[in-house]
T-cell receptor
């Protein structure tokens, strides 16, 4: 799986937007960009995924650069419950391994 | 909303003992996984399971580990002879595939403490 680079930590204030960056300069054409998060003392949780176009769901938005070498997870209004480690993971589509390769992720702190 | 469940939430065992960690994946999912996370470290893939057989395993998943889907609903991880370094959170996950794409749903984990 291609490698991703994320900042170790970020801080935000409650009810403000948060932009979590991820660099993946060696991404291949068949790699989807997945984001998971892990709240304290819990298992990882799927957040969102995308290939080329920006994506929105009830949890977050994913903005993907035109060259696909970077992406940004956007939490529109951070809450205290969003404090977690956020992982950006590349995953192939058909024929690829099903395993998720977790890096260290970005630890998001949300201040009240 | 359907969820992956795991039992027990915490297991304490003596070194050398066998442990079985249990998971109930989401009912229509076909792919099953075990991951582990040693305290303060990254989440690590152990094994994936599909169509009643192991589809992929990591270097960590040696002969001391085995997985089974004994009854069509449970998915178990057995560690035959536990070592101190097996102490970790163990997460079960399941997924389906939709047009070649899958995303995994994780359980809350079992904390294994080997004394």
């Amino acid at each position: 799986d291609a490698k991703t680079t994320q900042p170790n930590s970020m801080e935000s204030n409650e009810e403000e937007p948060v932009h979590l960056p991820c660099n993946h300069s060696t991404i291949s054409g068949t790699d989807y960009i997945h984001w998971y998060r892990q709240l304290p003392s819990q298992g990882p949780e799927y957040v969102i995924h995308g290939l080329t176009s920006n994506v929105n769901n009830r949890m977050a938005s994913l903005a993907i650069a035109e060259d696909r070498k970077s992406s940004t997870l956007i939490l529109h209004r951070a809450t205290l419950r969003d404090a977690a480690v956020y992982y950006c993971i590349l995953k192939m589509t058909q024929g690829g391994s099903e395993k998720l390769v977790f890096g260290k992720g970005t630890k998001l702190t949300v201040n009240p | 909303e359907p969820e992956v469940t795991q039992t027990p939430s915490h297991q304490v065992t003596q070194m050398g003992q066998e442990v079985i960690l249990r998971c109930v994946p989401i009912s229509n999912h076909l792919y099953f996984y075990w991951y582990r996370q040693i305290l303060g470290q990254k989440v690590e893939f152990l094994v994936s399971f599909y169509n009643n057989e192991i589809s992929e395993k990591s270097e960590i998943f040696d002969d001391q580990f085995s997985v089974e889907r004994p009854d069509g609903s449970n998915f178990t991880l057995k560690i035959r002879s536990t070592k101190l370094e097996d102490s970790a959170m163990y997460f079960c996950a399941s997924s389906i595939r939709d047009r070649g794409l899958s995303w995994q749903f994780f359980g809350p984990g079992t904390r294994l403490t080997v004394l």
